[in-house]
């Protein structure tokens, strides 16, 4: 399995970015997926999850209202719409894979066994 993550850039605090990745495989639609984020001198921190329908999110409360996870299986990707930006957005973007199974509430990382690469996303004041 291989993703790859891309959308990220340089973005004025207020404004919006997407995010994308693109999944490799035939089996994208049975797995729930994730975004995670890393900023400088931080741990990762979760951002959104999606179950493989798409029909469940959840959400960190910080992005919460601002930030829209969402998949099209046809096409083995998944989106993170970031909007209303803030400069404690800033991080490198990770997107992963995760279990089959959807449950409520913030996921562990070690849940999710694939990783993307991660994009940049910088946000200017």
């Known amino acids: 399995v291989q993703l790859q993550a891309f959308g990220g850039g340089l973005v004025q605090a207020g404004g919006s970015l997407r995010l994308s990745c693109a999944a490799s495989?035939?089996?994208?639609?049975?797995?729930?997926m994730g975004w995670f984020r890393q900023a400088p001198g931080k741990e990762r921190e979760f951002v959104a999850t999606?179950?493989?329908?798409?029909?469940?999110?959840y959400y960190a409360d910080s992005v919460k209202g601002r930030f829209t996870i969402s998949r099209d299986n046809a096409k083995n990707t998944v989106y993170l719409q970031m909007n209303s930006l803030k400069s404690e957005d800033a991080a490198v973007y990770y997107c992963?894979?995760?279990?089959?199974?959807?449950?409520?509430?913030?996921?562990?990382?070690?849940?999710?066994?694939?990783w993307g690469q991660g994009t940049l996303v910088t946000v200017s004041s």
């Open positions: 999606i179950s493989w329908s798409g029909d469940n999110t």
């Open positions: 495989g035939r089996t994208f639609s049975s797995y729930v």
């Open positions: 992963a894979r995760g279990p089959k199974y959807w449950r409520v509430g913030e996921p562990a990382s070690n849940e999710f066994r694939y």
